[in-house]
């Protein structure tokens, strides 16, 4: 799977690349306990740090990063951002623009008094024929002030014009800075395609192997890792 990102010229020098999810994992999950003492156990458990599917969403895909820094003040951005003007027709210049409270009327998310940020985009993406771009909050990120909203594009035909990620705020008290760099995107390419959805009840044979891996889980740790986990493939950013 090839990802082709592409930027207007004038800005090529000035904005960090996407990347790679498994190489920005926070320094929050690095800095997590492997174990932690459960009262409710009465001895040290393991952690989601030592959980492979937890990590593995994380480390999936490919990262959008913010383009500058942002200072927020309990709900009003501003930003300092000395590039190049593009030399493309109709691309942005701000990192952030808005959407009115009214394009989101009826969603649970939505607030009448307040708009919802947009991070505007400043690369194009290409996928290959036949497969989509899924793009939703950075994966277990409740740590950033706000909630990517998720779209899925189909990145093989549009791939001209950038795709914007609209995202509710929701940390109305937070005065600080994102920083350059922050993720505001995870993204996944997906195969496009319909499902078929079967339904069985246990034969004899499955319900003796659900009997025993059910049983390997609970008796010992590390049984996904070692003998269901896939090895990932190698990717890499040229």
Known sequence: MRVIFRCDPALIDHLPKPVLARGALPDWLRAMPAKAHSEIHGRDIRTVKQCPPFIDAMAYGFLILLPCDVSVDRGAFSWAWDVPAPLTQGHPRAPLSFHVAEQFAGAPFADAKKAALKFNSFWTVELDEGWSLFATHPVNRDDLPFRLL???VDADRFHDGGINFPAVWTQPEFSGVL??????????AVPRGSFQLEFESFDDAHKASYEDTVADVLSQPGVYRKRFRARRGRSTAE
């Open 150 to 152: 998720s779209g899925l």
């Open 179 to 188: 920083p350059k760099g922050t993720p505001v995107a995870q993204c996944f």
